[in-house]
Protein backbone atom coordinates (compact mmCIF):
# COMPACT_ATOMS: atom_id res chain seq x y z
CA UNK A 1 0.00 0.00 0.00
CA UNK A 2 3.01 2.46 1.26
CA UNK A 3 4.70 1.74 -2.12
CA UNK A 4 1.68 2.18 -4.16
CA UNK A 5 1.07 5.48 -2.35
CA UNK A 6 4.64 6.39 -3.52
CA UNK A 7 4.43 6.14 -7.05
CA UNK A 8 0.88 7.63 -7.06
CA UNK A 9 3.34 10.89 -5.32
CA UNK A 10 6.09 10.63 -7.74
CA UNK A 11 3.76 10.36 -10.78
CA UNK A 12 1.79 13.30 -9.96
CA UNK A 13 5.02 15.58 -9.56
CA UNK A 14 6.18 14.43 -12.65
CA UNK A 15 2.67 14.88 -14.40
CA UNK A 16 2.40 18.66 -12.63
CA UNK A 17 6.26 19.40 -14.31
CA UNK A 18 5.23 18.37 -17.14
CA UNK A 19 2.24 20.68 -17.29
CA UNK A 20 4.50 23.96 -16.61
CA UNK A 21 4.02 26.12 -19.81
CA UNK A 22 6.81 25.59 -22.39
CA UNK A 23 6.99 29.49 -21.66
CA UNK A 24 8.68 29.33 -18.64
CA UNK A 25 11.60 27.03 -20.12
CA UNK A 26 12.18 29.82 -23.22
CA UNK A 27 12.40 32.88 -20.64
CA UNK A 28 14.94 31.36 -18.29
CA UNK A 29 16.80 30.37 -21.22
CA UNK A 30 16.38 33.65 -23.42
CA UNK A 31 17.34 35.62 -20.16
CA UNK A 32 20.45 33.29 -19.51
CA UNK A 33 21.34 34.36 -23.07
CA UNK A 34 21.06 37.99 -22.65
CA UNK A 35 23.19 37.82 -19.25
CA UNK A 36 25.77 35.99 -21.34
CA UNK A 37 25.58 38.23 -24.44
CA UNK A 38 26.03 41.41 -22.17
CA UNK A 39 28.97 40.12 -20.22
CA UNK A 40 30.61 39.31 -24.18
CA UNK A 41 29.81 42.98 -25.34
CA UNK A 42 31.56 44.10 -21.86
CA UNK A 43 34.54 42.42 -22.58
CA UNK A 44 34.66 43.23 -26.42
CA UNK A 45 34.22 47.12 -25.24
CA UNK A 46 36.78 47.07 -23.02
CA UNK A 47 39.43 45.46 -25.87
CA UNK A 48 38.14 48.05 -28.33
CA UNK A 49 39.20 50.29 -25.61
CA UNK A 50 42.58 48.73 -25.41
CA UNK A 51 43.37 48.29 -28.88
CA UNK A 52 42.03 52.34 -29.76
CA UNK A 53 45.39 53.55 -27.23
CA UNK A 54 48.73 54.19 -28.78
CA UNK A 55 51.27 51.23 -28.42
CA UNK A 56 53.45 54.20 -27.06
CA UNK A 57 51.02 54.90 -24.01
CA UNK A 58 50.98 50.85 -23.14
CA UNK A 59 53.77 50.90 -20.84
CA UNK A 60 52.45 48.02 -18.61
CA UNK A 61 50.83 45.20 -20.53
CA UNK A 62 47.26 44.01 -19.58
CA UNK A 63 46.14 40.42 -19.48
CA UNK A 64 42.97 40.37 -21.71
CA UNK A 65 39.58 41.17 -20.05
CA UNK A 66 38.63 36.88 -20.26
CA UNK A 67 39.47 36.58 -16.62
CA UNK A 68 41.53 33.34 -18.15
CA UNK A 69 45.26 34.01 -16.38
CA UNK A 70 48.41 32.36 -18.76
CA UNK A 71 45.84 32.12 -21.96
CA UNK A 72 45.88 35.52 -23.70
CA UNK A 73 48.35 38.84 -22.78
CA UNK A 74 48.27 42.25 -24.01
CA UNK A 75 51.72 43.34 -24.57
CA UNK A 76 52.55 46.94 -25.57
CA UNK A 77 49.73 47.22 -28.19
CA UNK A 78 50.24 43.74 -29.46
CA UNK A 79 48.29 40.86 -28.26
CA UNK A 80 50.29 37.21 -27.87
CA UNK A 81 47.58 34.56 -28.27
CA UNK A 82 49.46 32.03 -26.79
CA UNK A 83 50.40 33.96 -23.81
CA UNK A 84 54.14 33.06 -24.24
CA UNK A 85 55.80 36.32 -24.77
CA UNK A 86 58.96 36.74 -22.94
CA UNK A 87 61.24 39.53 -22.59
CA UNK A 88 62.51 39.43 -25.62
CA UNK A 89 59.10 40.63 -27.28
CA UNK A 90 58.98 43.75 -25.22
CA UNK A 91 61.09 47.01 -25.78
CA UNK A 92 63.82 47.60 -23.29
CA UNK A 93 62.72 48.52 -19.74
CA UNK A 94 59.36 48.66 -20.37
CA UNK A 95 57.06 45.90 -18.17
CA UNK A 96 54.45 43.45 -18.97
CA UNK A 97 52.21 40.35 -16.86
CA UNK A 98 51.96 37.16 -18.41
CA UNK A 99 51.26 33.63 -17.68
CA UNK A 100 48.92 33.94 -14.77
CA UNK A 101 50.26 37.72 -13.96
CA UNK A 102 53.90 36.93 -13.72
CA UNK A 103 55.91 40.59 -13.80
CA UNK A 104 58.32 40.41 -16.68
CA UNK A 105 60.64 43.12 -17.90
CA UNK A 106 61.36 43.36 -21.80
CA UNK A 107 64.70 43.91 -23.16
CA UNK A 108 65.12 44.11 -26.80
CA UNK A 109 66.58 47.27 -28.53
CA UNK A 110 63.14 47.63 -31.06
CA UNK A 111 59.44 48.36 -30.03
CA UNK A 112 57.80 45.10 -30.80
CA UNK A 113 56.27 46.74 -33.81
CA UNK A 114 59.76 46.48 -35.02
CA UNK A 115 61.08 47.87 -38.60
CA UNK A 116 63.77 50.32 -39.20
CA UNK A 117 63.57 54.09 -38.63
CA UNK A 118 62.02 56.48 -41.16
CA UNK A 119 64.84 58.73 -42.93
CA UNK A 120 63.25 61.52 -42.37
CA UNK A 121 62.15 62.66 -45.92
CA UNK A 122 58.60 64.18 -46.60
CA UNK A 123 59.11 65.50 -50.13
CA UNK A 124 58.46 62.86 -52.88
CA UNK A 125 60.45 63.90 -56.11
CA UNK A 126 59.27 61.20 -58.09
CA UNK A 127 56.14 58.86 -57.62
CA UNK A 128 57.04 55.36 -55.22
CA UNK A 129 60.48 57.32 -54.04
CA UNK A 130 61.11 57.13 -50.09
CA UNK A 131 59.63 60.95 -50.10
CA UNK A 132 56.58 59.05 -51.34
CA UNK A 133 55.86 56.14 -49.04
CA UNK A 134 57.34 58.02 -45.60
CA UNK A 135 57.93 54.49 -44.63
CA UNK A 136 59.26 53.29 -40.92
CA UNK A 137 58.93 54.85 -37.65
CA UNK A 138 58.50 57.98 -37.01
CA UNK A 139 61.74 59.68 -35.22
CA UNK A 140 60.67 59.90 -31.62
CA UNK A 141 63.19 61.52 -28.93
CA UNK A 142 62.68 62.48 -24.97
CA UNK A 143 64.23 65.13 -23.74
CA UNK A 144 65.25 64.15 -19.87
CA UNK A 145 66.34 67.30 -19.24
CA UNK A 146 69.78 66.25 -17.91
CA UNK A 147 71.97 67.12 -20.95
CA UNK A 148 70.94 63.45 -22.38
CA UNK A 149 67.85 62.82 -25.47
CA UNK A 150 66.73 58.88 -24.97
CA UNK A 151 65.69 57.45 -28.47
CA UNK A 152 62.74 56.01 -27.88
CA UNK A 153 62.35 53.90 -31.02
CA UNK A 154 66.29 52.01 -29.98
CA UNK A 155 66.61 52.65 -26.42
CA UNK A 156 69.76 54.65 -26.80
CA UNK A 157 70.69 57.53 -24.69
CA UNK A 158 72.16 60.58 -26.36
CA UNK A 159 74.32 63.18 -25.13
CA UNK A 160 72.01 65.98 -25.95
CA UNK A 161 74.66 69.57 -26.44
CA UNK A 162 77.20 69.17 -29.78
CA UNK A 163 79.05 71.68 -27.40
CA UNK A 164 78.52 70.38 -24.00
CA UNK A 165 80.17 67.51 -22.03
CA UNK A 166 78.69 64.36 -23.94
CA UNK A 167 80.15 65.81 -27.04
CA UNK A 168 83.44 66.86 -25.24
CA UNK A 169 82.58 70.32 -25.47
CA UNK A 170 82.55 70.21 -29.36
CA UNK A 171 86.20 69.34 -29.51
CA UNK A 172 87.63 66.90 -32.25
CA UNK A 173 89.24 63.75 -31.92
CA UNK A 174 91.56 60.79 -33.65
CA UNK A 175 89.59 57.60 -33.17
CA UNK A 176 91.50 55.99 -30.52
CA UNK A 177 91.40 59.01 -28.54
CA UNK A 178 87.83 59.42 -29.25
CA UNK A 179 86.97 56.15 -28.00
CA UNK A 180 88.62 56.30 -24.60
CA UNK A 181 87.00 59.35 -24.12
CA UNK A 182 83.54 58.34 -24.18
CA UNK A 183 84.90 55.70 -22.32
CA UNK A 184 85.76 57.35 -19.94
CA UNK A 185 83.21 59.50 -19.88
CA UNK A 186 80.83 60.86 -16.69
CA UNK A 187 77.65 62.79 -17.93
CA UNK A 188 74.24 63.15 -16.23
CA UNK A 189 75.86 61.08 -13.45
CA UNK A 190 75.69 58.21 -15.90
CA UNK A 191 79.59 55.96 -16.29
CA UNK A 192 78.66 53.63 -18.76
CA UNK A 193 78.98 56.28 -22.29
CA UNK A 194 80.59 54.96 -25.57
CA UNK A 195 81.73 55.90 -28.94
CA UNK A 196 78.38 54.87 -31.17
CA UNK A 197 78.51 51.97 -33.99
CA UNK A 198 78.27 52.93 -37.13
CA UNK A 199 74.51 52.12 -37.27
CA UNK A 200 73.70 53.55 -33.97
CA UNK A 201 75.07 57.29 -35.61
CA UNK A 202 73.77 56.62 -38.76
CA UNK A 203 69.85 56.72 -36.88
CA UNK A 204 69.82 59.86 -35.38
CA UNK A 205 70.34 61.36 -39.00
CA UNK A 206 67.43 62.92 -40.79
CA UNK A 207 67.54 63.15 -44.48
CA UNK A 208 64.62 65.73 -44.30
CA UNK A 209 67.26 67.93 -43.30
CA UNK A 210 70.31 69.25 -43.73
CA UNK A 211 73.27 71.62 -41.88
CA UNK A 212 72.83 69.75 -39.85
CA UNK A 213 70.80 66.67 -40.76
CA UNK A 214 69.43 65.62 -37.15
CA UNK A 215 66.32 66.86 -35.10
CA UNK A 216 66.71 70.20 -33.81
CA UNK A 217 66.60 68.83 -30.05
CA UNK A 218 70.05 67.55 -30.41
CA UNK A 219 71.63 71.31 -30.54
CA UNK A 220 75.17 72.85 -31.45
CA UNK A 221 75.32 69.74 -33.34
CA UNK A 222 78.32 70.26 -36.06
CA UNK A 223 77.57 69.86 -40.10
CA UNK A 224 80.56 67.94 -39.93
CA UNK A 225 82.12 64.76 -39.62
CA UNK A 226 81.48 62.13 -36.10
CA UNK A 227 83.46 59.34 -35.75
CA UNK A 228 81.26 56.33 -34.81
CA UNK A 229 83.42 53.26 -33.38
CA UNK A 230 83.58 50.94 -36.21
CA UNK A 231 86.61 50.23 -38.55
CA UNK A 232 86.66 49.64 -42.21
CA UNK A 233 87.20 46.26 -42.60
CA UNK A 234 89.09 46.33 -45.83
CA UNK A 235 91.33 49.10 -44.63
CA UNK A 236 91.36 48.67 -41.04
CA UNK A 237 93.54 52.02 -40.66
CA UNK A 238 89.83 53.75 -41.71
CA UNK A 239 86.89 53.87 -39.65
CA UNK A 240 83.18 55.00 -40.52
CA UNK A 241 81.87 58.36 -39.79
CA UNK A 242 78.37 60.11 -40.28
CA UNK A 243 78.66 63.82 -41.67
CA UNK A 244 76.08 65.68 -40.20
CA UNK A 245 76.00 68.23 -42.53
CA UNK A 246 73.85 65.86 -45.10
CA UNK A 247 73.52 62.39 -43.16
CA UNK A 248 76.83 60.90 -45.52
CA UNK A 249 78.39 57.71 -44.15
CA UNK A 250 81.85 57.08 -45.21
CA UNK A 251 85.04 56.06 -44.19
CA UNK A 252 88.17 58.45 -43.35
CA UNK A 253 91.70 57.73 -41.59
CA UNK A 254 91.76 56.93 -37.82
CA UNK A 255 94.39 59.52 -37.30
CA UNK A 256 91.96 62.66 -38.71
CA UNK A 257 90.58 64.74 -36.01
CA UNK A 258 86.62 64.49 -36.21
CA UNK A 259 83.92 65.20 -33.82
CA UNK A 260 81.99 62.81 -31.39
CA UNK A 261 78.69 62.18 -29.88
CA UNK A 262 78.70 59.74 -26.69
CA UNK A 263 75.85 57.13 -26.20
CA UNK A 264 74.81 55.01 -24.04
CA UNK A 265 72.23 51.93 -23.53
CA UNK A 266 71.12 48.76 -26.15
CA UNK A 267 72.40 45.15 -25.60
Known sequence: MRKSIAIFGVSCLLTAYCLLPTSTFAADKTAKL??????LKQKIARLEKMISQPTSTLDKGTQLPD??????????GNLYPDGDAGVKDVRKGKTFYSNSWEQKTGDTLLPIEGGLIKTGQTTPYVNYDDGWYKKGLAFDFTDNLDGTITDNNTGLMWAKDGTGVGCMGGATFTWATAIDTCNNLTCATYTDWRLPNVRELQSIADYGRDNPAIDPIFIN????????????HNITSYAWLVTFGSGTVYSSRKTNGYYVRAVRGSQ
Open 221 to 232: TQSNNYWSSTTY
Open 67 to 76: GKAGKDTWIQ
Open 34 to 39: EDENKV
